[in-house]
């Protein structure tokens, strides 16, 4: 009920922001699980599409962001995000069975298999929790590329800015594997990040952001 109230002001808000530019959105599936799989480019990439798309959809969101500004606490809490350590390995695994109880349940989840923010507006190489999950539930999983979220809320930013912002949804991908599998993993991922790629338009580099991030000398 909370996430409808805050959802009858978000979304016409964002309409209003942002006057965004959705495409695909026939291919969100009415009722059963999907994966929504996104570039990552504004701490807002996870409030847009629960704040459109007609159903709900919870997304994955770091730590920080439940204890940041009160933005970003509003951000996450309106789609009733899955907070994740990055640090931690374990806590990581549990967010992804959380999420595979969604899915099973026939819920929507969306993830941005980057694991960070672009540092540059690149697509980055995705990590492969994306796989885990599309291998382990069966779910589909709709490649999502954002556009425009870096200058609608730069990082750093506090208050956001009146842009246009595009929203393009892939077809369902279906694949086959065991989630037990790295090699299975690591092919499927490389697999939705090709989607993401072709719908997105981005440049891709074969390396984490995270590593980009922290040595960004050699990127």
Same mark, same amino acid.
């Given at each position: +009920?909370?996430?409808? +109230? ?27 699980? @999907? &994966? ?8 807002? *990439? ?15 969101? !770091?730590?920080?962001?439940?204890? #940041? ?6 951000? +996450?809490?309106?789609? #009733?995000?899955?907070? &994740? ?11 992804? *069975?959380?999420?595979? %109880? ?7 989840? #969306? &993830?941005?298999? %980057? ?10 190489? @995705? ?8 291998? !382990? ?10 556009? @425009? ?6 990082? @750093?930013? !506090? ?6 912002? #595009?929203?393009?949804?892939? %077809?369902?991908?279906?694949? %086959? ?14 697999? &939705? ?27």
């Amino acid at each position: +009920m909370l996430y409808e +109230m805050v959802k009858f002001v978000a979304a016409p808000t964002a309409h209003v922001l942002w006057r965004p530019h959705i495409s695909g959105a026939a291919n969100v599936p009415a009722k059963g699980p @999907g &994966i929504l799989a996104a570039n990552h480019l504004s701490i807002i *990439d996870s409030f847009l599409l629960p704040a459109l798309l007609p159903r709900h959809v919870t997304f994955t969101a !770091k730590n920080e962001y439940f204890n #940041g500004n009160p933005l970003s606490q509003f951000f +996450m809490r309106l789609g #009733g995000s899955l907070p &994740i350590d990055r640090e931690s390995a374990g806590a990581a695994q549990a967010m992804l *069975d959380g999420a595979a %109880e969604l899915l099973e349940s026939g819920e929507l989840f #969306g &993830i941005h298999p %980057e694991g960070t923010r672009s540092p540059d507006g690149r697509l980055y190489r @995705g990590k492969v929790g994306v796989a885990w999950l599309a291998l !382990k539930t069966g779910a589909p999983v709709l490649p999502v590329a954002l556009s @425009g979220t870096d200058r609608a809320m730069p990082a @750093g930013s !506090k208050l956001p800015r009146p842009v246009t912002i #595009g929203i393009k949804i892939g %077809e369902p991908l279906h694949f %086959e594997g065991e989630h037990t599998s790295a090699r299975d993993r690591r092919r499927v991922t490389d697999e &939705i990040m090709a989607a993401i790629q072709k719908l997105s338009g981005q440049e891709y580099v074969a390396q984490y952001a995270t590593s980009v991030k922290a040595n960004p000398d050699k990127s």
